[in-house]
């Protein structure tokens, strides 16, 4: 059973910083494209930021120089340093999994955590 664990959401001033956490389990961590993702009610889902098996990593233009995204693959988690967030990161914020192959897709979502950008 595949599952995906965020933890690390809250409350935050603007400007203030807040690292999420996705502990994997259930799958070949380590061969997977990771992902963030967030969506505000109403809105699509969006990319946050993205990190490949080999490490290559992917922004959204909002987020660049703000955001880091980091694994550990020994502990099966990657990480969403936000730093200097702004109200407008607000939303709730999603794990994702993604594995492609020829004859295959493996996507999965963790359940979400709630971020909170105001004073």
């Known amino acids: 059973q595949v599952q995906l664990v965020e933890s690390g959401g809250g409350l935050v001033q603007p400007g203030g910083s807040l690292r999420l956490s996705c502990a994997a389990s259930?799958?070949?961590?380590?061969?997977?494209?990771m992902g963030w993702y967030r969506q505000v009610p109403g809105n699509q889902r969006e990319m946050v930021a993205k990190?490949?098996?080999?490490?290559?990593?992917n922004y959204a233009d909002s987020v660049k120089g703000r955001f880091t995204i980091s694994r550990d693959n020994a502990k099966n988690t990657v990480y969403l340093q936000m730093n200097s967030l702004k109200p407008e990161d607000t939303a709730v914020y999603y794990c994702?999994?993604?594995?492609?192959?020829?004859?295959?897709?493996?996507?999965?979502w963790g359940q979400g955590t709630q971020v909170t950008v105001s004073s």
């Open positions: 259930g799958i070949a961590f380590r061969i997977y494209t």
């Open positions: 990190i490949t098996s080999g490490g290559s990593t």
């Open positions: 994702n999994a993604l594995r492609i192959t020829f004859s295959n897709n493996y996507d999965y």
